[in-house]
């Protein structure tokens, strides 16, 4: 089946890192991704991830892809204020349109 | 965002009322979907097309129909038929119909409000 979570909070202070941690249940998943949502805002692409690779690195963003447990975080380096948003993991599936099942969002807030 | 355009940004509607919401792309992509965005809750696929003149419904189809005449339009009705209509409203777009590989892009959303 499908399911994907995530935590619903994270709050971390300005230039600390922030983690954030998503895991899905289809072993099928062939591309991961990570979008960024501002208030009121459509849905940015952050990056993403094919399912065969275990680490992408974009400048301040690290992706690690653990496959045997299903499990996918995205981390910011040197968080700033402009990070705060919700951020939501997704999975594409093959077949069926190659729609993706996105998480329930997690509400990053960043304090100075 | 970037060359896809959703309108109106916000939309009320009254009971018993249809109302449709546009998605224009000038990106040239060949897929379009629509998803609905609750409080508290990850985007739901309504419908998507992988061509013109043919599309597919997705996980929460009823209450919405959708037509695909043309490449760079995706418009989205809400019938009277959909009870819980309130909600925010993103399409999102696909180069290619068939690779997986390819990624979403998403338009800037509509709220629609029941008054």
């Known amino acids: 089946g499908e399911d994907v979570e995530q935590s619903l909070f994270l709050s971390v202070r300005e230039g600390d890192s922030s983690v954030i941690n998503c895991t899905y249940t289809?072993?099928?998943?062939?591309?991961l991704y990570w979008y960024k949502q501002e208030p009121g805002a459509g849905l940015q692409l952050l990056t993403y991830?094919?399912?065969?690779?275990d680490m992408k690195q974009d400048q301040r963003l690290t992706v690690l892809l653990n496959k045997k447990d299903k499990h996918l975080s995205l981390r910011i380096a040197d968080t700033q204020t402009g990070d705060s948003a919700i951020y939501f993991c997704?999975?594409?599936?093959?077949?069926?349109?190659?729609?993706?099942?996105f998480g329930t969002g997690t509400q990053l807030k960043v304090e100075l | 965002d970037g060359g896809i355009t959703q309108s109106p940004k916000y939309l009320f509607r009254k009971e018993g009322q249809n109302v449709t919401l546009s998605c224009e792309q000038n990106?040239?992509?060949?897929?379009m979907y629509w998803y609905r965005q609750d409080p508290g809750q990850g985007l739901r696929l309504i419908y998507y097309?992988?061509?013109?003149?043919?599309?597919q419904k997705g996980d929460i189809a009823e209450g919405y129909s959708v037509s695909r005449e043309k490449k760079e339009s995706f418009p989205l009705t809400v019938t009277s038929a959909q009870k819980n209509p309130t909600a925010f409203y993103l399409c999102?777009?696909?180069?290619?119909?068939?690779?997986?590989?390819?990624?979403?892009?998403f338009g800037p959303g509509t709220r629609l409000l029941v008054l």
């Open positions: 991830i094919f399912s065969n690779m």
């Open positions: 289809d072993s099928s998943s062939t591309y």
């Open positions: 999102a777009t696909k180069q290619g119909a068939l690779g997986f590989q390819e990624t979403q892009y």
């Open positions: 097309s992988q061509i013109v003149n043919d599309f």
């Open positions: 990106l040239n992509h060949d897929a």
């Open positions: 997704a999975e594409s599936m093959t077949g069926g349109g190659n729609k993706l099942t």
